[in-house]
């Protein structure tokens, strides 16, 4: 098994990341993770004066995938999250959506006993769940706090166990990381603290030659993704929703029009986060619906 130890981390997702290892298509990789801030925090603080922000959001990799190529599609397998240790959460003035109302930083350890999160004697049911996740980028490197169509920081809920991540190839070797795992985390994230924890990621990944894709799309055992990260929600839900019309329409023998139709129907907006540089949304579309389109696959 290719084992990627948490030491091997880096800050940026970029095409000039020398790979820790090199895998082919198909192969299985467990990917050790610390938590979003670098294991910093290991005890209840009433301040977090002395946190390093230069040590946030380290992810694990990057990975080489042998034969993948730009514009191709690397689709991603989440085959387990096994949490390490206790999370932590933490929430302070100039963070997420309540930062003004707050006065000072602070942070509580989440007990993980028993496939819960205890969080101050309030047992939580986990969602693990895979915060960054990322290919490089074309061009300039991108901070591992930032999501957009490479991947990144997407925080999204449903990048979890059992769920394919498929992530445009913009290099050779797609260059795959992975970080900023969470025990639990709510849609919006809206403290920009998850349930913050190291973990062993198992994935497996495989090239798809002859796809090509815009931005991330994720896909469940009853549903597919498009997902998008732009400065605005409102701007991220209309790529999301563009990018599943152009994929569908071309499968299906509906009209445009009566596509509009039936996804103004069926189809759901979803929230990934609005804390991030950029905001993350993600739009639904049913399996049971493309069944009865006589689509088996969207991609
Ligand atoms: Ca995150
Ligand atoms: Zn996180």
């Known amino acids: 098994m290719n ?29 050790e993770t610390y938590d979003c801030n ?13 946190l390093d922000f230069n040590k946030v959001n380290p992810a694990t990799g990057p990975i080489y ?18 949490l390490q240790g206790n999370a932590v959460a933490m929430a302070g003035p100039n963070f997420g959506v309540l930062g003004h109302k707050l006065d000072k930083m602070t942070s509580t350890i989440i007990k993980i006993d028993n496939n819960k999160a205890i969080f101050k004697n309030i047992e939580l049911t986990l969602n693990k769940m895979i915060g960054v996740i ?13 999501p957009d169509s490479h991947g990144g920081n997407m925080d999204c809920k449903i990048i979890a166990e059992g769920s394919s991540l498929y992530l445009p190839i913009f290099v050779e070797g797609a260059l795959l990381s992975i970080g900023d795992i969470h025990a639990v ?21 495989e090239v798809i030659e002859d796809l090509t894709i815009k931005n991330p799309i994720i896909e469940t055992d009853n549903a597919y993704y498009t997902v998008a990260s732009a400065k605005t929600l409102d701007d991220a839900y ?6 599943m019309f152009d994929i569908l329409h071309p499968k299906c023998d509906l009209s445009k029009n009566e596509l509009v139709m ?8 979803e929230v990934c986060q609005v804390v991030d540089p950029l905001k993350t949304i993600r739009f639904k579309v049913k399996k049971d619906i493309l069944n009865k389109l006589n689509i088996s696959s969207l991609l």
């Not at 091997?8 to 198909?26: A, D, E, M, R």
């Not at 990322?134 to 930032?146: F, H, Q, S």
């Open 3 to 31: 084992f990627i130890k948490k030491e091997n981390y880096t800050f940026t997702l970029s095409s000039t990341n020398k790979p820790v290892i090199t895998v082919k298509s198909g192969d299985s990789i467990i990917f």
């Open 38 to 50: 670098s294991n910093q925090i290991t005890s209840d603080t009433d301040d977090l004066e002395t």
């Open 65 to 82: 995938i042998e034969n993948a190529k730009p514009n191709q599609v690397l689709k991603v397998n989440i085959e387990s999250i096994e």
């Open 134 to 146: 990322g290919v490089a980028p074309n061009g300039d490197p991108i901070k591992c706090g930032t």
């Open 185 to 205: 985390m709510g849609d919006g994230e809206i403290g920009i603290s998850g349930a913050e924890i190291g973990a062993l990621v198992k994935v497996s990944v």
């Open 238 to 243: 209309e790529i999301a929703v563009e990018n």
């Open 262 to 269: 039936l996804m103004s129907l069926t189809c759901d907006i």
